[in-house]
């Protein structure tokens, strides 16, 4: 009777050590591309351009809704402005922008974050409750970077939208740099992040 009671108390730990497993076990969300985007804004001291990127990518929680990871794709050819309604100054822009004095297009087609921690964040002033670090690569170069984000974990779903300004000097986009000459662009540039991802089904 007492081999039994063994045997039927070993099943029962075994069963609940597995079914715990199951439950903590990583989750991987993949990005709603129709839904994300990553916005830019960059100034001159007397106008601005404003516009849009296409992302793509997933990340991953440890199945109790805390990210542990992630990895993004931001294609340079996807670049689209806002601002603008004459289509020729449009374009003139986004090839501009494509060229060697910005993202360099044809040498680095994509910019990547690769997500190293999430953390919880709270400063006053902001609505952010966490802290995204990462590392950015653009135009050949990885830096790391902070996002405040505010994160909305869900069963079936994640969002995440934060704001912070890029240094892009610090990437080696150094063209309009020069306050003395005509043309002088502002170092930092507005980033906005949003994000929409959903549970991934494969």
């Given at each position: 009777?007492?081999?039994?009671?063994?045997?039927?108390?070993?099943?029962?730990?075994?069963?609940?050590?597995?079914?715990?497993k199951e439950s903590i076990s990583a989750v991987d969300y993949?990005?709603?591309?129709?839904?994300?985007?990553?916005?830019?804004?960059?100034?001159?001291?007397?106008?601005?351009?404003?516009?849009?990127?296409?992302?793509?990518?997933?990340?991953?929680?440890?199945?109790?809704?805390?990210?542990?990871?992630?990895?993004?794709?931001?294609?340079?050819?996807?670049?689209?402005?806002?601002?603008?309604?004459?289509?020729?100054?449009?374009?003139?822009?986004?090839?501009?922008?494509?060229?060697?004095?910005?993202?360099?297009?044809?040498?680095?087609?994509?910019?990547?974050?690769?997500?190293?921690?999430?953390?919880?964040?709270?400063?006053?002033?902001?609505?952010?409750?966490?802290?995204?670090?990462?590392?950015?690569?653009?135009?050949?170069?990885?830096?790391?970077?902070?996002?405040?984000?505010?994160?909305?974990?869900?069963?079936?779903?994640?969002?995440?939208?934060?704001?912070?300004?890029?240094?892009?000097?610090?990437?080696?986009?150094?063209?309009?740099?020069?306050?003395?000459?005509?043309?002088?662009?502002?170092?930092?540039?507005?980033?906005?992040?949003?994000?929409?991802?959903?549970?991934?089904?494969?």
């Amino acid at each position: 009777m007492k081999q039994k009671i063994y045997y039927l108390f070993f099943t029962i730990m075994i069963l609940t050590a597995c079914s715990d497993k199951e439950s903590i076990s990583a989750v991987d969300y993949k990005v709603n591309e129709q839904n994300s985007a990553i916005e830019w804004k960059g100034s001159a001291p007397t106008h601005f351009h404003e516009g849009a990127f296409k992302v793509s990518g997933h990340l991953q929680t440890d199945g109790k809704g805390k990210i542990t990871g992630g990895d993004f794709t931001i294609p340079i050819a996807s670049i689209s402005n806002f601002d603008l309604t004459n289509e020729a100054e449009r374009e003139a822009l986004l090839n501009h922008l494509k060229s060697p004095d910005f993202f360099n297009l044809a040498v680095h087609p994509d910019a990547s974050f690769h997500i190293t921690k999430v953390e919880p964040y709270s400063q006053t002033g902001s609505n952010a409750n966490m802290m995204i670090t990462g590392d950015f690569t653009m135009i050949g170069q990885t830096h790391s970077i902070e996002i405040p984000a505010v994160i909305k974990t869900e069963k079936e779903k994640i969002s995440a939208e934060g704001s912070f300004k890029l240094k892009r000097l610090q990437w080696g986009m150094n063209s309009y740099n020069d306050p003395e000459q005509q043309l002088y662009i502002l170092p930092e540039v507005d980033i906005k992040l949003k994000l929409h991802l959903n549970k991934s089904t494969s």
